[in-house]
């Protein structure tokens, strides 16, 4: 007889009811939670994708904003730049002038240092310090002044030149800095996510330590261009000074010139109106030592003339010794006689008397002559040295307006 086989116990009828429902149960649940799972993921990948495209188009916005930021910056440092360099090259030509009057002041001032030199060659009482030299001198220190006053104002503007020559470096250095960061900004603004050479990269997401503030982004471009607004000023102010200066030392150098020549053609006419009354005096001198000079071989005659009636009288004096006794007689004659001979000597010591007197004119009137002679030499070498030496060389003397 066969065995009977023990088989595993079976469950219940209603125990696989149980099961199947609790499968279902599960079954249901499981995908229950997949459909949320599903609809919160379609849910967060939309939102996601809004707020990524809402955030990007922010980015966008914010790079559009800071590209026009820079754009603003950078055209008025490109404005401010260009009026330095402008400024820069206006006062290089100021400076040119500068440097050329104060070069013209060397002519003015050698010839007038050499006339003052040439004047030391004037002779005798003309060696004086006349209107002329006085004129010279203060002509002299008129042109120092002009040159102290050129190099001073020339130290001035080279300096003035190398601030706005530093304010444009600093000016070229920010825009230098805002032409980067504006490629950087464009390159940045024209990324997008299908672009094929976006990457991620490490250690980025940070504020770098070295960064500044927006406000100390702008204060810095803002100082720059206030610096260099103020120097445009102060070469405004310089370039006017400028004007001016060369203008005034112009017109002092220019007065003290005419006044200088003026007071050479006044002292050139008192001279030669000297030198022509020299003459003149001159001519009446030697007229009168003509005179002098006949006057004296007149008094020679005169006294020779006298020699004769002397010895007339004399012999007849002499002669009248020999009357005999009693003829030796002390009559009109005798007496008349001893008369003639004290009157002829009484009139020969006149006219010796006279004759020296005359000689010793003559000689003054000599030495007259001598110094009149001599004087007239110093005029004509004063206005030699006036006229030739001083007057024709400062002729060629030239006093431009720069």
Known sequence: MARLVQLPPKFLPHEWSLANKTKYSTAEQQRSRSERVVAESQR?????EKTTQKTQSDVNKKLEQRIEEIQFWKKELDDKLEDIVNEINVLLAFKVRLEKA?????EPLNIAQQCL??????????LVHDEVERELIKEVEVIEGAIALLQRTLEETDEQIRLNRSAKYYLEKDLQDKF???????????????????HYANDVVKIQGNSVT????EDFSNANIVKAFKQKNNSLALRALINSILFQTYSDMYNQYKTVNLAFEDRLMETKDAKEKLKMHLGKVMDEIASQEQNIVALKKAIVDKEAPTKVAHTRLETRTLRPNVELCRDPV????ISEVQEITANLKRLRNTLA???TELKGLSRSQLSLEEEIQVKDNSIYVDEV???KMRKGMSINRY
């Open 44 to 48: 967060l990948v939309d939102e996601t």
């Open 357 to 359: 007197q005359a000689e």
């Open 180 to 198: 980067a960061a504006f490629s950087i900004d464009d390159y940045c603004s024209t990324l997008t996510n299908n672009t094929p050479d976006i």
């Open 214 to 217: 927006p406000k100390e982004w």
């Open 102 to 106: 104060l070069e013209g002041c060397m």
């Open 334 to 337: 005798q007496y008349r006689l």
């Open 117 to 126: 030199l040439n004047r030391e060659r004037r002779l005798g009482v003309d």
């Open 389 to 391: 030496m001083c007057v």
